[in-house]
């Protein structure tokens, strides 16, 4: 079907987005980068495109940043990082090339001073001896003595995924130190990010098994893990990604977190919204002009050794009417918002014995068992026709917050204690909200959500 616009995740007007990258607070705005086919909805040319903002609402579309222009990246920019050096933004990227069918990547840079005109300076950083050319995402952070490190998801040689370490004095010449971090059950890492946070350091990485003959990634996951040896070195012994990792979010779309620190010192966070296989995602949207987005952004704490993400508190702003509850039984209630952009909190008096959310006429659910501690997820798959699920395993349950777009959700659950991010294809125009358990009126909010245009893709 004929998507209709998303309104507060970030789409650009047509073709496929996919990582966000370059994330940075650069005079005055927020900068989200990403990777974009601008000419088809599919991923056989990627540069970066460009919104902007100034409150993490309103958000500009710049168009193109990033072209695929020269030797070192003619095949693609693939995803990178932002960091502010000396009153510039420098975008570190990884540039794709091939010969003779043959992959080669390098670490490059481009450099702005104004945000609107981008210098690229080339090449920084060849592929070490120890890798495959299986060697991108570079993600470049300030250390406490003012020089520089660069983490870069990687496949070593002997086929495993690994976590490079680079370094620099500043910012422009770099030299290859150690591996940082190294997995035996995957074949390569993608998307690292390192960075402190109330008081520990977190180290987020995106895990891929791949079929190294064909060269094909079967399967992919977002993770993160907390790590003892804080701001690394050029000596200390790899981190073991196999092992303390947990989820980044438990829903059916979300890759590629990528984070950065505003401002305000909030660590913020965006991720492509898709985990699609091949044939859902030339059936999502077929009669539209673009495909996929990014999620809402995320604000990141740390709580009892685990992370926590809610949305920041300006996105509570767009929080408009109030939508009336009503009871259709002694254990049913039902509220009906005028649109799919609709905001729904339920906070309990006390934890909940056991509750189920039907959305949408019943194309998602949302269940929580107590005896199994756990919270299912179902949709239905849009080109088998079938129900699918995500489970997340949860103690107890006592708050539940749901954001939804014209074709995506998110789920908060426990004020952020776990995440569930998922695309819906709409099968109808029923915004209706069913939920039973036990709960009553008084403990739930539903909103519609302000800024509704109702456009579709041009």
Request: contains cysteine; negative net charge; aromatic residues 12%.
């Amino acid at each position: 079907m004929r998507l209709k616009k998303q309104q507060y995740h970030l789409e650009p007007p047509r073709g496929l987005m996919n990582d966000p990258n370059g994330l940075a607070y650069f005079n005055g705005r927020y900068y989200v980068f990403f990777q974009w086919n601008r000419f088809a909805k599919n991923h056989s040319y990627k540069e970066w495109g460009l919104f902007t903002s100034k409150d993490l609402l309103h958000w500009d579309f710049e168009g193109s940043a990033l072209l695929p222009d020269q030797t070192c990246d003619q095949c693609g920019v693939y995803s990178g990082s932002g960091c502010v050096i000396d009153d510039q933004l420098y975008l570190f990227y990884t540039g794709n090339a091939k010969k003779d069918g043959r992959r080669k990547s390098s670490q490059c840079i481009a450099v702005t001073r104004d945000g609107h005109r981008f210098l690229k300076l080339g090449c920084v950083l060849n592929t070490p001896e120890e890798y495959t050319e299986h060697f991108r995402d570079p993600k470049v952070l300030r250390t406490d003595s003012g020089s520089y490190f660069m983490l870069i998801g990687a496949q070593k040689k002997d086929g495993r995924g690994a976590i490079a370490l680079c370094q620099s004095d500043d910012g422009l010449s770099w030299r290859y130190s150690r591996v940082y971090a190294q997995s035996r059950a995957c074949e390569m890492i993608e998307c690292p990010d390192l960075f402190r946070l109330d008081g520990s350091y977190v180290l987020i990485f995106s895990p891929q098994t791949r079929n190294n003959q064909e060269d094909i990634c079967e399967s992919s996951l977002s993770a993160y893990k907390l790590v003892a040896s804080g701001e690394p070195s050029s000596d200390g012994c790899p981190e073991d990604l196999d092992d303390g990792y947990s989820l980044m979010d438990y829903g059916f779309d979300f890759y590629a977190p990528q984070t950065f620190t505003d401002e305000k010192g909030r660590q913020i966070l965006f991720a492509w919204m898709s985990r699609m296989d091949d044939a859902q995602e030339a059936a999502f949207g077929q009669d539209s002009a673009g495909i996929h987005c990014l999620t809402m952004p995320r604000e990141l704490h740390l709580k009892n050794g685990k992370l926590y993400q809610l949305p920041p508190e300006e996105l509570y702003s767009m929080r408009g009417r109030n939508i009336p509850v009503s009871r259709q039984a002694s254990s049913v209630l039902y509220a009906k918002p005028e649109h799919r952009q609709f905001y729904l909190r339920i906070h309990p008096r006390h934890p909940f014995s056991s509750f189920s959310i039907s959305l949408y006429g019943n194309e998602v659910s949302i269940a929580f068992d107590p005896e199994k501690q756990w919270i299912c997820l179902t949709r239905k798959h849009w080109v088998s026709g079938q129900p699918e699920y995500r489970y997340c395993s949860l103690r107890s349950l006592s708050d539940v917050e749901i954001w939804s777009d014209s074709s995506s959700l998110e789920i908060f659950l426990n004020r952020g204690e776990a995440v569930l991010s998922s695309r819906i294809c709409p099968e109808n125009d029923d915004p209706g909200i069913s939920l039973s358990g036990d709960m009553n009126e008084s403990e739930i909010e539903i909103y519609e959500l302000l800024h509704l245009k109702g456009e579709v893709y041009e």
